[in-house]
């Protein structure tokens, strides 16, 4: 029996990536937000996100539990869970920016493998990964979405830092240091760091 997969052939279409580039004045870009919940992926994203599109920049964010809510409902917190999840990620950030996006992804992203498989799909030239470092008891403290308690008390299997492991970017694109730094000294460091890939 035939693989399905041999009748799939990709369209081709009159638009191509350089186009994009002239219109927008701009190259695309996928920054790979990782880090424990609670370490500063999603407000950091969130201020990037506001300083480039006030500058003119064509961003979007992908978010981890806006994307759980929709795509990735079907979708459990085991390992082969969170493998999915990122791929299916990696995939719709890979289309974003061949439409010519700045993407900025927010994904606790545990798994070294699964972030050099996102880095490979995307390709080097478009992809940063950006390991946002805050110590667990940091995030602990902070625990806005009640999280770390829950799993504690073992309410939630399968929790990063607690009772599912997360395996430290050895030499990220970027290491913001939230713990120690404030909001407005890591954007600036993020600015600094993105801006220049973006209008390479």
């Not at 607690?162 to 939230?178: A, H, L, M, Q």
Request: hydrophobic letters at 35%; one cysteine or more.
């Amino acid at each position: 029996m035939a693989d399905f997969r041999e009748n799939i052939i990709p369209q081709s279409y009159i638009i191509e990536r350089q186009d994009r580039i002239e219109r927008y004045k701009h190259h695309a870009l996928v920054v790979w937000f990782v880090g424990l919940s609670g370490s500063g992926k999603s407000t950091l994203a969130n201020a990037l996100e506001n300083n480039l599109f006030n500058k003119g920049y064509k961003t979007y964010i992908l978010d981890g539990d806006n994307i759980r809510r929709g795509l990735n409902k079907d979708l459990d917190f085991s390992e082969l869970g969170r493998k999915e999840n990122i791929r299916r990620i990696s995939e719709v950030a890979r289309l974003f920016a061949d439409s010519g996006t700045i993407v900025l992804t927010a994904f606790i992203s545990p798994f070294k493998a699964d972030r050099a498989s996102a880095r490979k799909l995307i390709g080097r030239e478009d992809f940063v990964e950006v390991y946002v470092d805050c110590p667990l008891g940091v995030c602990e403290q902070r625990d806005v979405k009640g999280l770390y308690k829950k799993a504690r008390e073992g309410k939630i299997r399968h929790f990063t830092g607690i009772n599912s492991p997360f395996e430290i970017p050895e030499s990220p694109d970027v290491r913001i240091d939230t713990a120690s730094n404030s909001l407005d000294a890591c954007l600036k460091q993020l600015i600094e760091e993105i801006e220049p890939r973006i209008k390479r």
